[in-house]
């Protein structure tokens, strides 16, 4: 099974822009991975940010957006606000098997 | 507004059974692909498996494969995740997920003696 990567922590300044990445072991990430991105908040269920790569949910804050960048997804955060901090994991889909990161821990500090 | 409400979880001995629940509402169940993630204690999300939408195509995660098995009843909206020969590493907290977007709060499930 293929192993998804993301830093384990991030500090990002109130205000500050900050970028989450996401590699898979099995080469580049494409937008046939359809990369989501999710949010949890401590003590939380998660929330979906992104799918397919770029596309915001309605509830999405417009400071989140997701691209591809340098082989792997990507989340960039900017203008970032103290409800940003919260653990953050992207999702890639490997012939109908889907696949969790580790996780990112982003703290707005 | 979208609802997903996870149901029947608890305590579990190893090599037991459980079938968790999730009842759907705000939407056209029948209509959307359903999956089920899980979180072990102060651990990451694991994605488990998935249902297409009649209930004929599924999907799952190695570490649950022969052992769980996802199903649907449209007419009721509901999915189900049966759980057999559970392990202490099945212990976590089971979410109900609809096309991966919108996410019930979870039922914990313990496994232990």
């Known amino acids: 099974q293929a192993v998804v990567t993301q830093e384990p922590s991030l500090t990002v300044s109130p205000g500050g822009t900050v970028t989450l990445t996401c590699a898979s072991s099995?080469?580049?990430?494409?937008?046939?991975?359809?990369p989501y991105w999710v949010q949890q908040r401590p003590g939380q269920a998660p929330t979906s940010l992104i799918y397919?790569?770029?596309n915001r949910h309605s509830w999405t804050r417009a400071r989140f957006s997701g691209s591809l960048l340098g082989g792997k997804a990507a989340l960039t955060l900017s203008g970032a606000q103290p409800e940003d901090e919260a653990d953050y994991y992207c999702?890639?889909?490997?012939?109908?098997?889907?696949?969790f990161g580790g996780g990112t821990k982003l703290t707005v500090l | 507004e979208v609802q997903l409400a996870e149901s029947g979880g608890g305590l579990v001995q190893p090599g037991g059974s459980r079938r968790l629940s999730c009842v759907a509402s705000g939407f056209t169940f029948s209509d959307s692909w359903m999956h089920w993630v899980r979180q072990g204690p102060g651990k990451g999300l694991v994605w488990v498996s998935q249902?297409?939408?009649?209930?004929?195509?599924?999907t799952y995660a190695d570490s649950v494969k022969g052992r769980f098995t996802i199903s649907r009843d449209n007419a009721k909206n509901t999915l189900y995740l049966q759980m057999n020969s559970l392990r202490a590493e099945d212990t976590a907290v089971y979410f109900c997920?609809?096309?991966?977007?919108?996410w019930g709060q979870g039922t914990l499930l313990t496994v232990s003696s």
């Open positions: 099995t080469g580049a990430v494409t937008s046939g991975h359809h």
């Open positions: 997920v609809r096309l991966l977007s919108e």
């Open positions: 999702l890639l889909v490997y012939s109908g098997i889907w696949v």
């Open positions: 249902i297409n939408t009649d209930g004929t195509t599924t």
């Open positions: 397919d790569t770029i």
